[in-house]
């Protein structure tokens, strides 16, 4: 796992190396969650998920959390991977796994960091979808479902309202925006796309 126990990859993440990373003979419980694309999404097929995030920000953070999680839950190890990049159906895009002494506190530190990266780590997830769509996904943006594909296409620039990253940088907080945000009329990176 290259000794860090909360990072960001751009390979494949190795779960059973995860698990690895939080076993121990001190621990009675191990607690994994992992995020995996899934096929279809309120009734659309996805292609594959592209994941970007805010780099100098989200692995710091990921880090943050894993101190925070054992700060307040008795843990004996905790490891969390993020990926970015294009991930396709069936693939895990996220994977936490945590131990400790009892069941209980794995499993609701296991749930709180979850809950937590989803909810304040500077990643955003593009939605690729068969019928062309690409909206971008992250907690408090509004969501660009049933806006189409033109919507989509245009980064969603519509439903986002302007970030200044300086602003964000100075109160030490990330941008809520996607990637295409980060400069005004970018359009989102390219995803490639494979055959289904």
Same mark, same amino acid.
């Given at each position: 796992m290259s000794g860090v126990a909360a990072r960001i990859s751009q390979l494949p993440i190795d779960v059973?190396?995860?698990?690895r990373c939080v076993q121990t003979p001190a621990?009675?419980?191990?607690? @994994?969650?992992t995020g995996t694309t899934r096929a279809w999404t309120d009734g659309r097929r996805?292609?594959?998920l #592209?994941?970007?995030?805010?780099?100098?920000?989200?692995?710091?953070?990921l880090r943050e959390l894993e101190a925070e999680a054992?700060?307040?839950?008795? @843990?004996?190890?905790?490891?969390?991977?993020?990926?970015?990049?294009?991930v396709d159906p069936g693939e895990v895009s996220v994977a936490?796994?945590?131990?400790?002494? #009892?069941?209980?506190e794995a499993f609701a530190a296991a749930q709180w960091l979850i809950d937590t990266v989803k909810q304040q780590v500077p990643i955003w997830k593009q939605e690729v979808g068969a019928d062309g769509s690409r909206p971008w996904i992250h907690p408090g943006m509004p969501p660009e479902r049933g806006r189409g594909a033109?919507?989509?296409?245009?980064?969603?620039?519509?439903?986002?309202r302007p970030c200044h990253r300086?602003? #964000?940088?100075?109160?030490?907080?990330?941008?809520?925006?996607?990637?295409?945000?980060?400069?005004?009329?970018?359009?989102?990176?390219?995803?490639?796309?494979?055959?289904?």
């Open positions: 059973a190396e995860v698990v621990a009675g419980a191990v607690v @994994l969650f996805t292609v594959a #592209h994941y970007d995030c805010y780099g100098e920000m989200a692995e710091p953070m054992r700060r307040r839950w008795a @843990l004996v190890e905790a490891c969390m991977v993020h990926r970015i990049g294009r936490i796994a945590v131990s400790a002494v #009892h069941r209980r033109a919507a989509s296409a245009a980064g969603g620039r519509a439903a986002r300086a602003a #964000h940088q100075r109160r030490g907080r990330a941008p809520r925006v996607p990637p295409a945000g980060r400069a005004r009329g970018a359009e989102p990176p390219p995803v490639e796309e494979r055959d289904p």
